[in-house]
């Protein structure tokens, strides 16, 4: 009988690096818990075990994702900017702006 392995799949501002740092340390011998990328699907045909993923609270995890852009992924990563990322943050200083003005019926404000 095989042994049961895992897909990990990893949504962005969830927790993933976090869970993916455990699991490097507990599972380096049996490789149980295959860990997938931000850019992975559960209809990727490349995943055919069981899946783990986590969810997070929309606003929370929009708040995450801004303050970590602001920051360029600092201090694990240090990714630049993309030319649109730097127009919204030289805009918007805050996720509350951001959303605000996304939510705003004047279009004048994106």
């Not at 995450?64 to 600092?74: A, D, Q, T, W, Y």
């Not at 990714?79 to 003005?101: D, G, V, Y």
């Amino acid at each position: 009988m095989q042994e049961e392995k895992y897909d990990f799949l990893h949504i962005g501002k969830t927790g993933g690096n976090f869970f993916r740092n455990i699991v490097r340390k507990i599972d380096k011998k049996d490789k149980k818990i295959i860990i997938r990328g931000h850019n992975n699907s559960i209809l990727n045909d490349e995943i055919k075990n069981r899946v783990i993923f986590f969810v997070r609270n929309p606003t929370t995890r929009f708040i995450s994702g801004f303050i970590s852009r602001l920051r360029k992924g600092r201090p694990v990563n240090n990714s630049k900017w993309s030319k649109n990322e730097e127009i919204a943050f030289n805009n918007f200083k805050t996720p509350n702006e951001l959303a605000e003005a996304l939510s705003s019926s004047d279009k004048k404000n994106i």
